[in-house]
């Protein structure tokens, strides 16, 4: 679960000296503008309704706290009541009752003063919808959870104001089908906000900060917002000629955010696997994950002064500082690297790679060859021809496999239980290739051309008999593959070139002598096969068979394809909130097919 937090300001009213007690509009339905690694900028919408809260922890006695900060007696300035949640106009509204501690007196005297204080709320989602028709899109969370409420500095919500009447009945009813902004007013909106970010950071010298939030409250339509503000600034600019200026701040700022994070990879990377450090991480080469962890949430403006060491990684796992980003950078390398390293023969070398864009059977067309150019007559007539045509099929499948590290490991340091971890998963992933593949092999599949076994008779592309390794059997297995024939009508010869040579274990030392290239004591001990063929050894290869391959560009028979082209395992993280810790799964989306019969040749062996 992940927690999530938004501002809303002002947002306080309805005071009540005696009882100590205020009512807090904590949420209303006004866009925020979020962004995330996966899908970029988003605005996102809270629902509202009785039926979209969840108020679990709302009617708990739920503490009010100061800035987000849960870590002290001394960070809480009262509670919610129970049961006092209200929907009120599109506003989400409860009660909170003061402590006399010292933070929370001097809060509750500037409300006495007249103060407003900026509300912000924790939560967490559990369903949403997600508008890709916007742009950028809008997901509305239509069951949420509020984790916390806070009295905080910046707010964030422009929509939730201070509240001085009590609801009437129609407010409060639960059964409201048509909340106070619709999907036409959220439009409306985001499209001002745009023009006006927009005007903002290209004319500020003609800039009118006021005009937004006055077009907001008055109902102005997006066109007439935009004339009155070209309007405006030709004006202006009339009057006193400016040259455009354009605010590159931020682009400047997320650039020096990614290379930061990138040099922390590096160093985590370094720390992990001996690589030298670059240039830019040695900076960050001798940190901690927990100093780590602090600097990404200082680099968002978090002042980590009175966080415990708990404080501190709750905060950086669950909040948007890069830290989680960057152990799944840092997890996603070490397995990737123990993935390439895991990889057997067949799989490295022997196997087509392809991509496929969806779980449906993938259909390999092999088109017949041409046939042979005729001699044109004294008319110029050219005739026509065809080319036949048949196909292979296979689909992929998703396989995956998840584990956690603890918080006691984070805290302590402890890189060799993570690597150690995202290596496996690595190890896992090459290895469930590399059987999948050698299964499918192993099984010597029918293929659709002629409803025939890979390796049969029928397609001169297995031993009669199981014999030796040895120079007479390897040239029959040449000679067997020279004399492939295409598929189609003319059935010409392919001129295939045998490339590998692929036994097990018990005949590598046999191969190698048998392919061996150097000083000949005689004529006779010369290998015509030296130079010719590359031996490969699949140690899933128990027993005495052996193949002989041609290049997979010239005679592809093996074929693995991933999805959308996601060559490898994707590691993903999870910032869990129900446990101390986090959780990583990896998952690989791969299908493996057999294409064709000609590129292959097979002896039992003895």
């Not at 140690?539 to 693995?560: D, H, K, T």
Request: aromatic content about 6%.
């Amino acid at each position: 679960m992940t927690i999530h937090t938004r501002a809303a300001a002002p947002a306080v009213g309805s005071l009540n000296v005696e009882a100590r007690t205020v009512d807090l509009v904590f949420s209303t339905e006004s866009p925020v503008r979020r962004t995330s690694w996966e899908t970029g900028a988003f605005d996102e919408v809270l629902v509202c309704t009785a039926k979209a809260i969840d108020t679990t922890r709302l009617n708990g006695g739920m503490t009010l706290l100061d800035s987000h900060r849960n870590g002290s007696n001394a960070f809480r300035l009262g509670s919610i009541l129970p049961g006092s949640l209200r929907i009120a106009q599109g506003q989400a509204i409860v009660t909170a009752k003061f402590s006399r501690n010292p933070t929370a007196e001097a809060l509750f005297q500037d409300l006495i003063d007249g103060h407003i204080l900026p509300i912000s709320v924790g939560y967490s989602i559990e369903k949403e919808e997600v508008d890709m028709t916007t742009t950028p899109p809008t997901v509305r969370a239509t069951r949420w959870t509020p984790l916390e409420i806070s009295v905080v500095q910046i707010p964030a919500d422009p929509n939730a104001k201070t509240r001085q009447k009590e609801a009437t009945m129609a407010d409060e009813h639960d059964d409201i089908e048509t909340p106070v902004l619709t999907r036409a007013e959220l439009k409306r909106q985001k499209e001002l906000r745009k023009f006006d970010a927009f005007a903002r950071s290209r004319f500020p010298n003609e800039y009118q900060p006021e005009a937004l939030q006055r077009s907001i409250d008055a109902g102005t339509s997006v066109e007439a917002f935009r004339d009155a503000m070209i309007d405006h600034i030709a004006e202006r600019q009339e009057r006193a000629p400016t040259f455009p200026v354009f605010d590159s701040s931020t682009i400047d700022r997320d650039t020096s955010d990614r290379r930061e994070r990138d040099a922390m990879r590096s160093a985590l990377v370094s720390r992990l696997t001996g690589v030298a450090p670059s240039e830019e991480s040695r900076q960050f080469v001798g940190r901690s994950l927990l100093q780590l962890a602090e600097h990404t949430l200082q680099r968002r403006g978090v002042n980590t002064s009175f966080l415990n060491k708990h404080e501190l990684l709750e905060r950086a796992m669950h909040s948007s500082s890069d830290f989680p980003v960057l152990l799944q950078g840092v997890g996603e390398r070490v397995m990737l690297d123990a993935y390439e390293v895991a990889k057997s023969p067949i799989r490295q070398v022997l196997t087509r790679t392809g991509t496929m864009s969806d779980f449906r059977k993938k259909t390999v067309v092999m088109v017949g060859e041409l046939g042979l150019l005729e001699r044109l007559s004294e008319k110029g007539e050219i005739t026509s021809t065809t080319r036949a045509e048949t196909s292979e099929g296979y689909k992929l499948e998703t396989f995956a496999r998840m584990f956690s590290i603890s918080r006691q490991a984070l805290i302590n340091d402890d890189l060799g239980a993570f690597s150690n971890m995202a290596a496996a998963f690595g190890q896992a992933a090459g290895l469930t290739e590399n059987i999948l593949l050698f299964s499918l092999l192993n099984s010597n599949p029918v293929m659709a051309e002629d409803n025939t076994a890979l390796f049969h008779a029928n397609h001169g592309n297995l031993a009669p008999a199981g014999t030796s390794l040895n120079e007479s059997a390897l040239s029959d297995a040449r000679k067997a593959m020279r004399n492939q024939r295409a598929f189609g009508n003319a059935g010409g010869f392919m001129s295939l070139q045998p490339a590998y040579l692929l036994v097990g274990p018990e005949l590598e030392t046999q191969a190698e002598k048998l392919l061996r290239t150097i000083n000949p004591t005689t004529t006779a001990d010369v290998s015509v096969f030296a130079g010719r063929l590359e031996l490969l050894v699949e140690p899933q290869i128990q027993g005495s068979e052996w193949y002989v391959f041609s290049r997979p560009a010239q005679a592809p028979v093996l074929e693995i394809s991933y999805l959308d082209g996601h060559q490898g395992p994707t590691v993903e993280m999870e910032q869990a909130w129900s446990t101390l810790g986090a959780s990583w799964r990896a998952f690989i989306d791969m299908g493996v097919g057999v294409l064709d019969y000609r590129g292959a040749y097979k002896n039992p062996g003895l």
